[in-house]
């Protein structure tokens, strides 16, 4: 195991001296004198402004009011919290020390532990409502741990501020199940009273708050879809050393727990993309059939990397019983989801959903960034296919050689490099499920050969020699490339488009459509759930009229720095939480075609005849209007 940073050997109060004379006449942190977390820490807090001694710069400070709404934003996180805190003030008591817990703004929700310290921590402004970030009070346990993502000790004078060198502080961040950092558990004490093992004790109570959260969230019933315990050993199960995984009805890992992570060789990224499929050589359905036969039973059960893990699953009835039939759409489904209000998304949505266990291939048209995968992944999601896995291949992302041997997989030892074993090949993966190819626009000529073989034979033959085998699959292919031009220019097979191009289906850009401000409003929440956030009109204003060239992945990406931005008490996003080139382009933004009453009348009328199959009464009826008058708007669409 790779050493933990926070437990090197600590810097001497010489070494400590001298990187401050350094840090004071040359304006940078010396190497080799400081931990590296702490060398870090110093380098931010110098670049923010602040000065070691000297007076305290201003820091912001919640009121009663504002203590106690971050309380009840954050309920859940401070009620599992509790408990573990006050063992934790147990374990420590008569030290000189207190518990804190912090949100990940840095906003010091809760306190416990030695009334006489807290007095003298309270000088300090070591108390709830005051804001630790390392912006505001340098090097600290509380925002280090926050800013690095990871545990960390702080100890006397290696506090930045020399205000705070009476401290010795030990800290652990607390991480959601999908990984967004919720806050930080702190011991805080006299820098006398260090201890070598506080930092562990405070690492294992954050793991306990971790777990609870975990437990608590995907409880059998609240949550519905199946929860996965795992461990080396039988006996670890049910302990909070567990590794823990919740998989969608899908199959899609949709959390975990870090000792999950390190378990498996997973990382956050890879939550709500990976399939149980990728990491565990059991299937869903031999999951499935677990949960519903013996619930809680501990069993044998192999990664893909091959090891032996024991394994506990559970699940709420709703993944059990059979799954409701794909033509009747449920309220919210995935494909629902991305309904947000804009014609032309609703009518892709409504006859994607037409096309749903349908053995016809989709064609998803649509600028880089609109949204093309996340829709093909919502159309598995919501289809009878959905149990099964969706497996994405980025046709322009690897050179022609990979490619294939990732497509149609290989025998064992078919060319230099290949897995021992051989591979199966995407497109097995994808039995039973949805492949999806992106960028096939970019997919090499000899391979658009190989690919329609398999579409025509329902079989694919591995590299390298070897049995045909049978496979089936929905396919969805997505392109922002002009598949005619492509035909034309002689770089795209016609017998291939037309296998491929069973429907087509274009997804607008991000500047045509009219659900910007919804689109805004729900990413928000989404990144910022415990917070109701405002933008600030103006901002609003230039970000509705923005042509968004990267489309919703500019759009997602620009929220979420906006909110990484956003200090603790901060209730509205302005232009300072945007970096300084898109706030100038926004400035500048040619305007986007403003959504005039004409466009939004024809795009009612589109998606009325699209609702209603081309039926023009059925239409008119569904518009409250005439025939007559549906004539006259057709009319007026094609003038
Ligand atoms: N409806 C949505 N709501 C929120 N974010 C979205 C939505 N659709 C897409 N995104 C964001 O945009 C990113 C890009 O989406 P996606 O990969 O589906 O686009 P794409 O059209 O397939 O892009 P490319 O053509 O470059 O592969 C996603 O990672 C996601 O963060």
């Known amino acids: 195991m790779a050493p933990n940073p926070a437990q090197t050997r600590r810097s001497s109060g010489r070494d400590l001296r001298e990187a401050r004379r350094e840090l004071l006449h040359r304006g940078s942190v010396p190497a080799g004198l400081l931990q590296p977390q702490v060398a870090r820490s110093w380098a931010r807090s110098w670049q923010a402004g602040l000065q070691p001694c000297g007076r305290m710069p201003g820091a912001p400070h919640a009121s009663g009011a504002q203590l106690a709404r971050a309380l009840d934003e954050q309920r859940e ?9 006050q063992f934790l003030a147990e374990q420590v008591e008569g030290s000189d020390s207190i518990v804190l817990l912090a949100g990940a703004d840095g906003l010091l929700l809760q306190a416990q532990g030695d009334m006489h310290f807290a007095s003298r921590a309270e000088r300090v402004a070591l108390r709830p409502g005051a804001v630790w970030r390392e912006q505001y009070r340098g090097t600290n346990a509380i925002g280090t741990a926050l800013a690095e993502g990871q545990a960390v000790v702080v100890h006397g004078a290696e506090h930045y501020l020399e205000r705070n060198a009476f401290l010795t502080c030990a800290a652990a961040p607390i991480f959601s199940a999908t990984g967004s950092l919720l806050g930080v558990l702190d011991v805080s004490g006299d820098h006398r009273g260090f201890h070598r093992h506080t930092l562990a004790l405070v690492r294992s109570a954050a793991r ?26 039988a006996e670890g199960l049910g302990t909070i050393t567990e590794a823990m995984l919740a998989l969608r009805g899908d199959g899609v890992v949709a959390g975990a727990n870090a000792a999950a992570l390190a378990l498996l060789g997973l990382q956050w990224q890879d939550i709500g993309r990976l399939h149980v499929d990728d990491v565990l050589a059991d299937p869903l359905e031999r999951l499935l059939h677990w949960c519903v036969q013996s619930p809680g039973l501990a069993r044998v059960v192999h990664t893909r990397r091959g090891e032996a893990l024991w394994l506990q699953v559970e699940g709420s009835r709703m993944v059990q019983g059979p799954r ?71 046709c322009a992302a690897l050179p022609e050689t990979l490619i294939e041997a990732e497509l149609f997989g290989y025998e064992r030892g078919a060319f230099t490099g290949a897995l021992r074993e051989g591979s199966p090949g995407r497109i097995r993966e994808a039995h039973g499920g949805t492949l999806f190819l992106d960028e096939i626009g970019d997919m090499p000529l000899a391979l658009q050969a190989r690919l329609l073989r398999v579409l025509q034979d329902g079989q694919v033959v591995p590299l390298g020699g070897g049995r045909p085998v049978p496979v089936d ?27 491929l191009n069973g429907f087509a289906l274009r997804l607008p850009a991000l500047r045509e459509r009219s659900d910007r401000a919804e689109l805004v409003a729900r990413e928000l929440r989404r990144l910022v759930p415990a917070r109701t956030l405002a933008v600030a009109p103006d901002l609003l204003q230039a970000l509705l009229a923005y042509r968004w060239p990267g489309n919703m992945r500019q759009l997602a990406s620009t929220l979420r720095t906006a909110c990484a931005l956003l200090d603790p008490l901060d209730e509205e996003i302005g232009w300072e939480h945007l970096a300084d080139d898109l706030s100038q382009a926004l400035r500048g933004a040619p305007q986007a075609p403003r959504e005039d009453l004409r466009s939004i009348s024809l795009a009612a009328v589109d998606r009325a005849l699209a609702d209603s199959r081309g039926n023009h009464s059925e239409a008119a009826r569904r518009l409250g209007v005439s025939r007559n008058t549906l004539y006259r708007k057709l009319k007026l669409k094609a003038a």
């Open 208 to 233: 306990m708050i971790e777990h609870r959260l975990f437990d608590t969230r995907h409880e059998p019933g609240r949550w519905g879809g199946l929860r996965l315990r795992l461990h080396r050993q």
């Open 77 to 85: 996180l401070v009620a599992h919290a509790q408990p573990v805190m």
């Open 473 to 499: 699959f929905a396919l969805v292919c997505a392109t922002h490339r002009d598949l005619p031009g492509e035909m034309a220019a002689g770089r795209f097979r016609e017998d291939l488009f037309y296998r």
């Open 324 to 394: 409701p039939a794909p033509s009747v759409p449920l309220e919210q489904d995935a494909l629902a989801a991305l309904d947000t209000g804009d014609a032309a998304m609703h009518s892709a949505i409504a006859r994607a959903r037409k096309l749903l266990g349908k053995p016809i291939p989709l064609l998803l048209q649509g600028e880089s960034g609109a949204g093309k995968e996340v829709f093909a992944r919502a159309m598995h999601a919501s289809g009878p296919r959905a149990a099964k896995a969706f497996v994405a291949v980025n």
